[in-house]
């Protein structure tokens, strides 16, 4: 009778152990269906410039179906127009060292350092340290995921002087906005 106990005791004691462990999973970024979509402008100029940079890697970490963190490389080399479009952007001159100066510094990294879930709202506020230029600095922004279709999307903006990002003509670069706008479209 007391082994019986015993047994029981050990069993329902792996039972509960088993139920609070958390179920962590890690997705992996879909390259070839993920885009970061960027747009730059002038200051006092109706004017401005779009479009797309890939991403080399990517992954998202879950711990029971909540979203605990992230790691991205950037592949700034890729740096282009929108697809399909007509327009010519000064893409080559966004590579170049008054710019992004990609052939020094190929790779820019996001990092997430903490993510809150947003009931109410369903969005996710997510903190993260952005390295462009080889300086990285935190942002803060807020995103939209589908676990059912394994999507995130995320809109924000950050101030390009931050991280160096200057035009090497102080005229001309008070002519250009601050202000750089990404939109993340990500399929895991």
Partial sequence: MQKLVI???IMTGAIMTSQVQNSKESYTLNLEKSLLYWKGSYTFNISEHNGIVLFKTGELATTDDFITGGSFVIDMQSINNMPDSDH???IEHLKDTDFFDVEKFP????VFTAVEYLPNSN???IYADLTIK???KSIKFYADVDGVKK???AHFKIDRTRWGITYNN???DKAI???IEFKAFLKF
Avoid at 107 to 110: R, S, V
């Fill in 7 to 9: 047994t029981l005791m």
């Fill in 88 to 90: 010519k952007g000064p």
């Fill in 107 to 110: 790779e820019a990294k996001l």
């Fill in 123 to 125: 969005t996710h506020k």
């Fill in 134 to 136: 080889g300086i990285t």
């Fill in 151 to 153: 999507t995130f999307k």
């Fill in 170 to 172: 102080k005229a001309k």
């Fill in 177 to 179: 906005s601050d202000a």
